[in-house]
């Protein structure tokens, strides 16, 4: 009896470990996706793909609020804020649009903070003659391109 109720917490930590927030997964190769089932329906609503954990539930906090309104069970309710242009058209097209823009905002802003940290840290720790390795982020592909970041030099 006893090894059965460790085993079941054993198992629950590590569920925990995987899915540290409602409505995401974690892809094999490291990407966290969010994704949301349209009530009544047994058709889902993709939310995008994330660098972040927090990322994926803050989109799919937004899809849920939506869809189910405030008394939703959300990851961070102390994120969602009410929006004096409230989303009228509750498509599902329009429910996967407004997440995955506060998704990819939420991942950009992470990763900004995590490219501003690395270089901070490396340039604390080089030397005067030597400079800090340059660090690349990659670009967040489920983002849609703005005017001012297209090269328009080729």
């Not at 047994?42 to 954990?53: A, C, K, Q, T, V």
């Not at 939703?72 to 599902?92: G, Q, T, Y």
């Not at 990763?111 to 720790?125: Q, Y």
Request: glycine letters at 4%; charged letters at 30%; hydrophobic letters at 30%.
């Amino acid at each position: 009896m006893v090894s059965m109720m460790e085993g079941e917490k054993r198992k629950q930590r590590q569920h925990q470990q995987d899915k540290p927030y409602r409505g995401i997964r974690m892809r094999k190769w490291g990407k966290w996706v969010a994704e949301i089932r349209e009530p009544n329906k047994r058709s889902r609503i993709w939310l995008g793909s994330y660098s972040s954990p927090v990322a994926a539930a803050r989109a799919y906090d937004t899809a849920v609020f939506y869809l189910r309104g405030p008394t939703a069970r959300l990851n961070f309710p102390e994120c969602i804020v009410n929006d004096d242009r409230e989303l009228h058209d509750l498509s599902a097209a329009s429910i996967r649009k407004k997440a995955t823009e506060v998704g990819a905002r939420v991942d950009a802003l992470q990763t900004a903070a995590l490219h501003n940290n690395s270089c901070a840290s490396a340039e604390s720790n080089s030397n005067s003659n030597i400079n800090p390795r340059r660090v690349t982020i990659k670009p967040d592909l489920n983002e849609y391109p703005s005017p001012e970041s297209c090269d328009e030099d080729n």
